[in-house]
Nanobody, 125 residues
Framework: QVQLVESGGGLVQAGGSLRLSCAAS????????MGWFRQAPGKEREFVAG????????SYADSVKGRFTISRDNAKSTVYLQMSSLKPEDTAVYYC??????????????????WGQGTQVTVSS
């Protein structure tokens, strides 16, 4: 079992930056592949970024490539999402998720067993 708690969301103007954090409980965080997803009102939850347990392999949605960076600190049991050049269409609730089974991040939400409660990101134009 692992519990995930996101933080760092807020209101930012277009072109600005935010860094989201996801703190995990449990001793096996370093063995989990981690992902960030987001869900905008009226839309399905979508994959944003993922990172392998060792942090070597990362994956991004096309819509955020070059603007967002996922990273992790296994010593702190925390995964981060650095978001830059934010756009109004990035507005959503952002969730982190943990996949204890696979070595490489996948974009399908059904691959992830554990989810945080989400943090709101609002980008004003």
């Amino acid at each position: 079992q692992v519990q995930l708690v996101e933080s760092g969301g807020g209101l930012v103007q277009a072109g600005g930056s935010l860094r989201l954090s996801c703190a995990a409980s449990g001793r096996t965080f370093s063995s989990y592949t981690m992902g960030w997803f987001r869900q905008a009102p009226g839309k399905e939850r979508e994959f944003v970024a993922g990172i392998s347990w060792g942090g070597v392999i990362t994956s991004y949605a096309d819509s955020v490539k070059g603007r967002f960076t996922i990273s992790r600190d296994n010593a702190k049991s925390t995964v981060y999402l650095q978001m830059s050049s934010l756009k109004p269409e990035d507005t959503a609730v952002y969730y982190c998720a943990a996949d204890p089974s696979r070595r490489y991040p996948e974009s399908a939400s059904r691959r992830y067993d554990y989810w945080g409660q989400g943090t709101q990101v609002t980008v004003s134009s």
